[in-house]
């Protein structure tokens, strides 16, 4: 059901970065669904993470392992249990199960850092997950990044992975990245779980300008439903395997690792709404002539977040009206009817608040029959824009998650 | 489909007040969709309309005609077009049909307010409309309310009204009121199309004062879908066709008259989210103990317009994890998870943050199975409090709106 979206065919590996899966039967058996990602010692990692305040045990702890004294020599992750609302407890399982990985790595725990993506509310099945260590790390090897994308899949119907390579001053470098999540999504400062590795030889601080940079425009410009979970994770690894210098971010290398970053974590994003849960559809929301980037952003989302925008896309049903209503109700103050013009791709249906003259019925709905189209609100107020990717809501996602954990 | 809703047995007349309807084949041929109120000389009106930027031609006019020194005679109500986003042309089209009517009534146009609701973006048939005026006109009567219920109904399958009788010091008056709407309804600071009468002789400034403190606990206390409609409008008129006392917000009557009129406007609340498009559930939301009434309603309303809760509550799982999420991502600053306590009618689900330890799944999915119930979130940092009354989002709901304009 993805819209334009099929697994990734080639996914470079990153010097430095080995990778296992195994079987923990946490949510099902019959399916891969822990990872351990293993980093090269000197490895730099920076993370962003979710801003609900429900955030789950691994976030909490990921939050204090990452401005701790200890560096990152792995990450665990796990598929089926979110390790959400779970209170003490689930802090207690999160440090207990990445002591366990640490005490076979031969480091401290506190080097793990622990992802969780599934059901909120119960607690990890701490002994299964335990027994399945063993197996991921008999597996490490630097090409596991396609089942690695395959075993942090919830209700994902395609393993979502980009790659890229630089030529630096120093030789070639990968940027790698893959990520999950297709529901519970409105990621707010963070997103879903996504895993970019780069063997560049960025510094603590590149590395964390790279990641912010890269999901101001990426991670942050999506929206499934509008729902913003407790264990949104984005982490950018370096491992400086390849090359001798320390790139930092005013490094005449740093503009062109900076943009794979960007460009894989766009790919990713966009692969995300792509496989939202039931899209049948991708829309590209184009707000321009918004006072400031913070009104332009109001109004694509709600606009995007709009139940009644989101089943015309679906029905591919060009009722303008309910997109101009959810402009209408983005509460930017001031806003008039005549600020607003309104175009489907290139067709223009709303001038300034008049219906355009030019506009019939059939040019709207040629452009909805589309599978992947863009929409472009002009509030003709000054100079900001915003772009933002979402989809529609169709009859699946309501039986997906309504039948989520049946 | 309604959740325990039915057509309004009885529905008191209000003296000084008549209904006539017609068909006007607006949307469809086959059922009335215009109704005319009649309004005895010396009624007292009024309104409050929707803060949707792109407030509806008919709503601009209710504004200025509401606040003009033409005494209001007649309301014009039509189902099937809203007449929103039509620019000059729907406000000259409503303009003209006003004051065809008025004509009729002998009149001012000025004195007449137009109501529409239905699809957005077209244009009035006014043609169709002026014609069905007369038939109208004829038909009036005082115990036209329950036709007056249908004739402005849209996806609604049930009518929608809810009566009283008050014994004043001047003898029995009468509050009734209809009100239609059950998509695109997330009513801000007015609601949906809603019309209630009073023979009581109210003056100018108890007409407000009753309507706003109904208003505020009730229409502005539901939501379908967080839509939040170009149309919305609600309309109290008092004929003072009883008594001889000018009653205002001072006079011993006025408490049971306000008590009535704000149950009237509850009832007609409530039954919009019972015929909530698609509905399965009727969902009380309470949040107590919040710092104040906003942040109480904020996190009320992150809850019930969070998709996978609403998915949820269609599938009777009482998956309260997505409950805490979406009380975690409704932006309270400073909230933690230790503030949050959660009980699903009576049973306790969470204890400030930690799984409550006597809940058993099974006691939330009796709970959950129910057609009705309530659901309350402690967030233990103050005294406000708040409730709101909403709806399940279920494969009806984006069934009709897929297809609505098919």
């Known amino acids: 059901m993805a819209v334009n979206l099929t697994a990734p065919v080639h996914l470079y590996p990153v010097k430095g970065v080995r990778l296992g899966v195994a079987e923990a039967a946490i949510k099902k058996p019959g399916r891969n669904d822990l990872l351990v990602i293993e980093l090269a010692a000197g490895s730099k990692v920076a993370g962003v993470f979710t801003q609900n305040a429900f955030a789950a045990a691994p976030v909490q702890l990921c939050r204090t392992r990452l401005t701790g004294a200890v560096s990152i020599h792995a990450l665990l992750v796990n598929a089926g249990n979110a390790n959400a609302a779970t209170g003490e407890t689930g802090l207690h399982d999160a440090r207990a199960l990445t002591a366990v990985l640490a005490h076979a790595m031969g480091c401290a725990a506190e080097a793990?850092?622990?992802?969780?993506?599934?059901?909120?509310?119960?607690?990890?099945?701490?002994e299964r997950m335990a027994a399945a260590l063993p197996h991921a790390l008999a597996g490490l090897h630097a090409d596991g990044w396609q089942e690695a994308a395959r075993a942090i899949m919830t209700t994902d119907t395609v393993p979502k992975g980009s790659s890229?390579?630089?030529?630096?001053?120093?030789g070639e470098i990968s940027v790698t990245g893959i990520a999950k999540g297709v529901g519970m999504l409105c990621p707010d400062m963070a997103t879903l779980l996504a895993f970019i590795?780069?063997?560049?030889?960025?510094?603590?601080?590149?590395?964390?300008?790279?990641?912010?940079?890269?999901t101001a425009v990426s991670f942050n410009c999506v929206t499934v439903d509008g729902d913003t979970s407790t264990n949104d994770s984005a982490v950018l690894f370096a491992t400086g395997q390849i090359g001798t210098q320390n790139i930092g971010p005013t490094h005449p290398d740093y503009p062109s690792i900076a943009a794979a970053v960007t460009e894989v974590c766009v790919e990713l994003a966009q692969a995300v709404v792509r496989d939202g849960e039931g899209a049948t559809r991708f829309v590209t929301l184009k707000v321009i002539h918004a006072l400031d980037v913070k009104e332009a952003r109001q109004v694509a989302y709600a606009v995007a977040h709009s139940p009644l925008v989101k089943t015309a896309l679906f029905a591919g049903d060009a009722n303008w009206g309910r997109l101009v209503m959810a402009v209408g109700k983005a509460g930017v103050p001031g806003l008039t009817p005549g600020d607003v013009s309104l175009a489907l791709e290139g067709v223009k249906v709303l001038e300034r608040g008049e219906p355009h003259p030019s506009y019939r019925e059939e040019m709207g709905t040629a452009v909805l029959a589309k599978p992947e189209y863009t929409i472009t609100i002009d509030l003709h107020r000054g100079d900001a824009a915003a772009t933002i990717w979402t989809c529609d809501l169709s009859y699946d996602y309501v039986k997906i998650n309504a039948e989520y954990r049946t």
């Open 164 to 170: 890229r390579r630089v030529l630096t001053s120093e």
């Open 197 to 214: 590795g780069t063997d560049a030889r960025l510094t603590p601080e590149a590395v964390r300008q790279c990641l912010h940079t890269a």
């Open 112 to 126: 793990v850092l622990p992802f969780s993506t599934g059901v909120i509310g119960q607690r990890l099945p701490v």
